[in-house]
């Protein structure tokens, strides 16, 4: 493999610890300001803090005994009607099953059984399901349900649902279940039921509201279940907030207890409560105006602490030991003071959730993670690849738009995704080690490579390309590309079709074209090496675009630094590329404030086939750098020109797409 440059990204750049717990900290003390105190918290925690509460990866009990996966590894399904959810819910194989719009459940209060190994998660913030139950049965196993709005079962006149079983979920004797994110609300009898042993499950940022039974766990006189409560609303319920009967272990922490219904009911009105031989520890929760924030019975324990009360009245019981909930997992307690303003802002569905496919965890392969995406999928699909080299082709075909491929290394060379075909098997496209051929698509922290050896051997097509793509509005962040003649192809599908790349931050090598294609393309605050061949006249050349002739804007390289070892007056900047002496592909290439080494030629554009470089778009703005200057070979743009050949025109097309202001 060839020599590249590590990541740009300075180490601080990254999310860590103790940057969340300043953020939080901030937080506090901005909720002392007043209004513009609590409007600034809530930019910081969502700048800050926001990533870390959207983690697709299970915590808290949950977590533990081998985790809880959900669907993954199976294929990802997008629902939009009852049938398909009851289909895919209650399959054998795994499923990740994603709910696009609002599906209403019939007869009224009817169940959708799930089945192990599934993963049920709201598409954007307006999945729901609404008159129906989802419903456990005994022995189901790995289960996550995300991400939904869960509503209105409740039979009118039954405020204590006794006349009708309709919960939003019901899980019984189940193991591993993650309920994250939901909003459930005027549900028929319980939000959710946790009965009968079920065990690892964990409950977290999810809105219970509008509701008289929000959350009971028990209906056994086993003492079994270990749950996990964190970061939940429970905002106009009156009882089970949660209730927890002969748990061995329940863990609430971080949750926020608001405007509970206040009918004089004197003993069921309450908060939480430990009951049975329940062993329960509180922690950093907020109750504001609740009755009987936290009780226990005698057989019972609590442990609290850390928790603030607000205009609240009744018991608030604690005794025994109950248990230390880190000797079982680690987890980030926030302050309590903050915990309103975090779970009005996290709870509940998010845009920001979505469907995260791990490479080789879940999929063993990239491709196998990419054929996995449902065709047409219209919000993201994030495939988080692991640190490694993986030693396969990639193709993302045009009918899975809304990817993001992203590698999870502390630099984007942890993460290599590397073949090593010349075109001389399989043509200039057949080469590619990957190919991109649909719409928005987004690679992030990865390296790209084609390390065919052109000098071990001796083929008529030694073209070797690292990246290929035709789709439009492709994004590279934070990546390298790496080989020698064709690295890097940024097409489109036909002549006439404009596609649009952005490379930013990023790495590309290589020596004979190895930037071409005739996509618009930007490549900004980025290196550029230039490879030697060994010889001291012609080394290569940097671009070789085939531009349509009908659209204006071509390569732009801008506010980047190319570097070379090679001899000095060795290497071009670029060639016109004529596809099959096709006269209406009309280079346009414009290096602008860009420093260029010395091994750039004076004259740095060429002819190529026959064409004259001085009937292409070629053009310079303010480069710097030895390899810079204006000579009668090198034409420079204009300023007034040049006001109309930035960043954002090369872009924009016709839908103003602007990846750039995306900091």
Known sequence: MTQHLHSKRLPGSRPGAGRVLAAVIGLVAA??????????????????VAADRFSDQAHGFASLAGSTTGGAGGKVVTVTDQASLVKYAAAEEPYVIRVSGSIAVEPFGSNVVVGSDKTIIGVGDSGEIVHGELHLNPGTHNVIIRNLTIRDSYVEGDWDGKTQDFDAIQLDTVDHVWIDHNRLTHMGDGLIDLRKDSQYITVSYNRFSNHNKAFGIGWTTNVTTQVTIDHNWFTGTKQRNPSADNCAYAHLYNNYLSNQVADGDPVWTYGNWSRGHTKMVIENSYYDGIQHPYQADATAELVQRGSILKNTTGRTDEWGAA?????FYDYRLDPAAAVPALVKRFSGPQRQIGVTLHVPGEYPTVQAAVDAVPDGNSVPVTIAVAPGTYRAKVYI?????????QGTGRDRSDTVIVYDTPAEYGGSTGSATVRIAANDVTARHLTFSNDFDEAAVELDGEQALAMKTTGDRIVFEDTAFLGNQDTLMTDSPKLDAISRVYVRDSYIEGDVDFVYGRATTVIERSVIRLLSRGSSTNNGYMTAASTWAGNPYGFLITRSKVVSDAPEQSFHLGRPWHPGGEPAAVAQVLIRDTELPAAVKSSP??????????????????????????????????DADARTHTVADYLKGGDNWAPHARR
Do not use: C, H
């Open 397 to 405: 075909p045009a009918t899975k738009p809304n990817l993001v491929l």
């Open 31 to 48: 909720l002392s300001l007043g209004a513009i105190g609590q409007a600034r918290a809530a930019v910081a925690v969502k700048a800050s």
């Open 605 to 638: 554009w060429t002819d190529m086939s026959g064409f004259s470089w001085k009937d292409a778009r070629f053009a310079e703005y303010r480069n710097f750098g030895p390899g810079a200057g204006v000579t009668a070979d090198r034409p420079q743009m204009s």
């Open 323 to 327: 248990f230390d909930p880190r000797e």
